[in-house]
């Protein structure tokens, strides 16, 4: 069975459902409580499983919802469905003020913060006159379509389960998108996405407001379904079942969130029976059966429920290329992106200039103020024994680092104190010293995160898939890439399948597809063979030829002899000496460096 036929099949088994004779009215209400809360859990797969941010906090983001759609059609005598949009927005709001607080925390802290704001929320449901304080409020009205009443719990299932899975379709769609790649890039952390284009921080308040988003709509549908509200339903203890949830099914997958709420909403039903007859006594025992499930999923299966289930499922089928886009690419490829200098390298105006830069970390003086430009056409080799300040250097240059003194300029324009984005957006491209792909992501969909800043959709384009033009256009410039560095074969592979010399050129082919007018490369030749590293310096000699600038850190020094221009040796984060490789090799003070004296 294909995966299109499973997710059919379970469409249709979500619709038979509630007419399948001798099925009680009671398992189809907790159905309908499985689909409110796989909403919140939904939230949760994107927010936690794919940009890396545990919230416990969520069902804070549920009471908003339902709280807002209980005044408003209580007290305003509103109808419900003219309060879903308020009741959207209010908890959309709700979570830009908290998110924007909340996500400059990272580590264990951001957890921590989202517990902190899920009890103070709590509270204030709890306290305030105008919300009924901790009775709640009653009698909100039902839902209802025309003359059709959704009172009647088999006709509330149809709707809950229909937003359901349009939620899981507009969640899906955004995963798939320009957006959606760059969420997921978060969980590989922040400096890799930053340094091709990404604003990491309003990548995060956006995947935040959207769970949120979600969590306020299943709250709206629970206000409605319940009849009544109150503080209990949206405690602390609420937001850590939703995020048992997500873990529970699989926290990486968007079924996995259905499964989860199937799970833990039966389970919990089932023990809160069972338990207190076996323990002969009153009491929330069942978190302690969910406590075991938890440390036992973490032990067999980190990946829930889902990933036990999806090796027996067929491998998803990507689509095939767009014929038009990869011409389109191959074209633009093709072209030169800068124009190459003529002349001696006196003759020509530096393309980039390090003017005298110093990094001091406490009392460690990482780069001691050095200075040296890098010209168009030219490729520049920045070599030194282990720990001299090379990547420390690179990392000054892209904005990754912030210069305790000097200057950087790229193109005549001043780009130090600007963060690295901003950076790339100029034109400078680069890879790491230690490899940052996203090993659970493909190698065509690490590449295509290169060409973040050449796409324009929005989230709202991603999820109504109004971006496949713009997608196909992306993904034909990756696979020129990858084909231009000799790694077409690859792109359906996970990253994470790679070995460590193929890992290097893939980041070669995603710091390509920014469209570089200079590409900065950290030991792009380590863990390459003989023969890799000789395709390797015949692609920068291309690239050179094509109009892109190459500054590289590189310990190998037959490759950086027989491939740079100019070289600068750096020993203890200071500029020991500058040249020609043929000037180089000769120098005193780099034999010194490198070999402890010309003897």
Not at 207 to 221: I, K, N, R
Not at 305 to 321: G, K, M, Q, V
Not at 461 to 484: I, P, T, V
Not at 517 to 531: I, T
């Amino acid at each position: 069975m294909s995966r299109r036929s499973a997710a059919l099949a379970l469409i249709v088994l979500i619709a038979v459902v509630p007419v399948l004779p001798g099925v009680p009215a009671f398992w189809i209400s907790l159905a309908n409580y499985i689909g409110l809360a796989a909403l919140v859990a939904l939230g949760l797969v994107l927010l936690t499983g794919v940009g890396g941010m545990t919230s416990f906090g969520q069902a804070a983001f549920v009471g908003f919802g339902a709280y807002t759609t209980a005044v408003l059609t209580t007290a305003l005598a509103w109808s419900p469905w003219l309060a879903l949009p308020v009741a959207l927005l209010v908890t959309a709001l709700a979570a830009l003020i908290i998110g924007l607080v909340t996500l400059r925390l990272s580590g264990h802290y951001l957890p921590l913060g989202t517990i902190a704001w899920g009890i103070a929320i709590y509270y204030v449901f709890g306290n305030m006159k105008t919300l009924g304080g901790y009775d709640g409020i009653p009698g909100i009205p039902a839902l209802s379509i025309g003359p059709w009443s959704l009172l009647d719990q088999r006709v509330s299932y149809y709707l809950i389960w229909l937003i359901v899975l349009g939620a899981m379709v507009l969640t899906a769609n955004l995963l798939d998108s320009r957006i959606g790649r760059a969420i997921r890039a978060l969980r590989s952390g922040a400096q890799a996405a930053e340094s091709f284009g990404v604003d990491t921080a309003r990548t995060k308040l956006i995947a935040f407001v959207y769970a949120a988003v979600l969590a306020g709509l299943s709250g709206w549908l629970y206000a409605h379904v319940q009849r009544a509200v109150s503080p209990s339903s949206f405690g602390l203890n609420a937001g850590i079942e939703y995020l048992l949830m997500a873990v529970t099914g699989g926290v990486g997958n968007l079924i996995g969130a259905v499964i989860g709420a199937a799970v833990v909403t039966i389970l919990k039903d089932q023990l809160q029976n069972l338990l207190p007859l076996l323990f002969r006594g009153t009491g929330n025992y069942e978190t302690i059966v969910f406590g075991i499930l938890l440390v036992a999923l973490l032990q067999i299966a980190r990946g829930g429920i889902w990933s036990l289930i999806e090796p027996y499922l067929p491998a998803r089928a990507r689509p095939a290329p767009d014929v038009l886009a990869s011409a389109t690419a191959t074209e633009a490829a093709s072209v030169p992106l800068a124009p190459v200098a003529a002349g001696s390298r006196q003759d020509t105006a530096p393309l980039l200039s390090a003017d005298v830069i110093r990094k001091v970390f406490g009392g460690l003086v990482a780069v001691n103020d050095v200075s040296f430009d890098v010209r168009p056409g030219e490729i520049v080799g920045l070599i030194g024994p282990n720990g001299a300040g090379k990547s420390t250097t690179f990392n000054l240059l892209t904005g990754v680092t912030h210069l305790t003194a000097g200057g950087v300029r790229f193109a005549g324009e001043g780009v130090e104190g600007l963060p690295s984005r901003a950076v790339a957006r100029r034109g400078i491209a680069r890879t790491f010293q230690h490899v940052k792909l996203i090993p659970d992501m493909s190698v065509l969909d690490n590449v295509v995160l290169g060409s973040h800043i050449h796409g324009k959709a929005g989230v709202v384009s991603a999820m109504l898939r109004l971006d496949r033009a713009e997608e196909a256009r992306l993904l034909g410039d990756a696979r020129e890439q990858l084909k231009r560095v000799g790694m077409a074969d690859a792109a359906d592979k996970p990253a994470g399948s790679l070995a460590l010399g193929q890992s290097r050129v893939v980041e070669i082919a995603r710091a390509l597809c920014l469209r570089p007018r200079l590409l900065m490369l950290d030991e792009p030749a380590a863990g390459l063979r003989h023969l890799e590293k000789q395709n390797l310096a015949e692609l920068l000699r291309r690239l050179k030829a094509g109009g892109i600038s190459i500054l590289l850190v590189e310990h190998d020094m037959d490759f950086v002899m027989g491939l740079t221009d100019h070289i600068v040796v750096l020993d203890f984060g200071t500029k020991i000496a500058e040249g020609s490789p043929a000037e180089i090799q000769v120098d005193p003070a780099v034999l010194e460096a490198y070999l402890g004296g010309i003897e």
